[in-house]
C-alpha cells in the first residue's frame, strides 16, 4: 500500500505564496507518475500540476493551464517527496489541495481517474 502525506496548506494573501509538500512512504516506486488536484467547494477535482519520469534521474514537470506561469512542481527523489511552489496566488485558488500517484512511470492524460493513491488533503486559503 502507498500513502501519501500533504502539508504546507494555509492561510495567504492575494499575491503571497506558499509550497506544499507531498511524502510517499510505503510500497512506493521512486520513478511513477505523480501528480496535484484541488478541488473548490462545489466544483469538480482540477488538474494542477504532474511529475513523469523521462529517464537518466531526470523528471518532466506539466502545469495545468489555470495556474501556468505561476505555479512550478518538482521532486526531491531522495526524500520521496514531491512539492508544488505556488506564487502570486488569487482568491480562485482557494480549494482543498490533494496528492496523488499512479502504479505506472508514464500517463497519457492528466485525469483524477488516472491516479490509484490519494492523499488527504491539505486546504489553501488565499484572502483578497
Known amino acids: 500500500q502507498v500513502q501519501l502525506v500533504e502539508s504546507g496548506g494555509g492561510l495567504v494573501q492575494a499575491g503571497g505564496s506558499l509550497r506544499l509538500s507531498c511524502a510517499a512512504s510505503?510500497?512506493?516506486?521512486?520513478?511513477?507518475?505523480m501528480g496535484w488536484f484541488r478541488q473548490a467547494p462545489g466544483a469538480e477535482r482540477e488538474f494542477v500540476a504532474g511529475?513523469?519520469?523521462?529517464?537518466?534521474?531526470?523528471?518532466?514537470?506539466y502545469i495545468g493551464d489555470s495556474v501556468k506561469g505561476r505555479f512550478t512542481v518538482y521532486r526531491v527523489i531522495s526524500k520521496n517527496t514531491m512539492y508544488l511552489q505556488m506564487n502570486s496566488l488569487k482568491p480562485e485558488d482557494t480549494a482543498v489541495y490533494y496528492c496523488?500517484?499512479?502504479?505506472?512511470?508514464?500517463?497519457?492524460?492528466?485525469?483524477?481517474?488516472?491516479?490509484?493513491?490519494w492523499g488527504q488533503g491539505t486546504q489553501v486559503t488565499v484572502s483578497s
Open positions: 510505503g510500497r512506493t516506486f521512486s520513478n511513477n507518475v
Open positions: 496523488a500517484t499512479r502504479d505506472s512511470q508514464s500517463i497519457v492524460s492528466w485525469r483524477s481517474e488516472e491516479f490509484d493513491y
Open positions: 511529475t513523469r519520469w523521462i529517464g537518466g534521474g531526470t523528471f518532466s514537470g
